[in-house]
């Protein structure tokens, strides 16, 4: 069975996108820590980061550099903070979150509920960074 994340890279779940190429696909987490939490992901599934091959994990961190660049334009941080927990979901991905302070990146904290229509907004403003 397909993994949450591939159905969403083939098109039978939605996501609010900002990036993409023939490889790697990058969309907003929609329980995110802070406006701008993007998840970036191989197109190709693989359950655990390091058993990707190295060209593809190192293309991937490149990709992500990419996405992180237009997140630390659409909302102004200190750093895009950059975390592999990859428990949740069988299919490799990086989280990269607008950071200001360490608590920024703690995961066991309460996530934000955003609407459809402020994550389409969020997703607009990163891919338009």
Do not use: W
């Not at 990058?26 to 995110?32: N, Q, R």
């Amino acid at each position: 069975m397909a993994t949450l994340f591939t159905r969403i890279v083939n098109g039978e779940i939605p996501c609010h996108k900002v990036a993409e190429d023939d490889r790697f696909l990058a969309f907003l987490d929609i329980m995110p820590l802070r406006k701008g939490h993007v998840l970036v992901i191989p197109k190709t599934e693989v359950d655990y980061i390091f058993d990707m091959e190295d060209e593809l994990l190192g293309d991937m961190m490149v990709f992500a550099k990419g996405v992180a660049k237009k997140v630390k334009t659409a909302f102004p941080c200190k750093k895009v903070g950059v975390t592999v927990i990859g428990l949740e979901v069988p299919h490799a991905h990086i989280h990269l979150v607008p950071m200001d302070a360490m608590n920024d990146m703690n995961f066991s904290r309460e996530k934000l509920q955003l609407t459809q229509e402020e994550l389409a907004e969020i997703a607009r403003t990163i891919r338009e960074a």
